[in-house]
């Protein structure tokens, strides 16, 4: 891949040029890392993706402009601690974060736009069809934790389970799901930024 070889610093460098192999080649390099950092602040894989996702989208937006004059790696991992801070500040529940998400996609102009919302709610459904698939005492660990927001001691008590078999439950079923909805968070991030940009 083009700029695999390259440092961070090259790569922003490109990136304030207009240059898409060099920002895909920045996503590739960091996301996963980041998607780690906002997972472990909200605890919510749909949650943590979104968060991502918008840290990028912004990072495109104002390429033209973008400073970062030390570490790269830093940078980021300030950039989603803030994001993720800024997500706890401005919405009370999950869904709310989801319908504020999902409004800016239609306010956005033409089909882009609506492709856009066609493959965000496929995400979403994806991942249900994920969470599904997962043995039956996992998925239901995983629900527990992700959808009706019990903490690690709360389904131990509920399930009589100890908590790190709780936790190393929850940990292989993160890395299923993820998996599956890595692909999402690219494809859904240069729909919303307009495919005629990547052209």
């Known amino acids: 891949m083009q700029f695999v070889e390259e440092t961070d610093q090259v ?34 894989t749909q949650d943590a993706l979104d968060i991502v996702q918008e840290l990028f989208i ?16 830093a940078y980021l991992t300030t950039s989603i601690k803030n994001r993720v801070i800024s997500w706890y ?11 504020a998400l999902l409004e800016r996609l239609q306010e956005m102009s033409g089909d ?9 709610t496929a995400a979403l459904e994806e991942w249900q069809l994920a969470i599904d698939t997962l043995p039956v005492r996992m998925k239901e660990i995983y629900v527990l934790r992700h959808q009706q927001q019990l903490s690690i001691s709360e389904i131990s008590s509920a399930l009589n389970l100890r908590p790190q078999s709780i936790r ?13 909805l890595e692909k999402h968070l690219w494809l859904c991030i240069t729909l919303c930024l307009g495919a005629d940009s990547w052209i």
């Not at 304030?16 to 919510?44: C, P, S, V």
């Not at 882009?112 to 965000?120: G, I, N, R």
């Not at 190393?168 to 599956?180: G, H, I, M, P, Y």
């Open 112 to 120: 882009h736009s609506e492709q856009a919302a066609t493959e965000y």
């Open 11 to 44: 790569i922003v460098e490109h990136i304030n040029k207009g240059d898409k192999h060099a920002y895909e080649a920045l996503f590739q390099r960091y996301w996963e890392m980041l998607f780690a950092i906002a997972y472990r602040k909200t605890g919510d």
């Open 168 to 180: 190393n439950q929850l940990s292989e079923a993160s890395d299923r799901v993820r998996k599956l």
């Open 89 to 99: 500040r401005a919405t009370s529940s999950r869904a709310k974060q989801k319908a």
């Open 58 to 73: 912004h990072i495109w937006e104002s390429h033209e402009t973008l400073e970062i004059s030390g570490n790269v790696a």
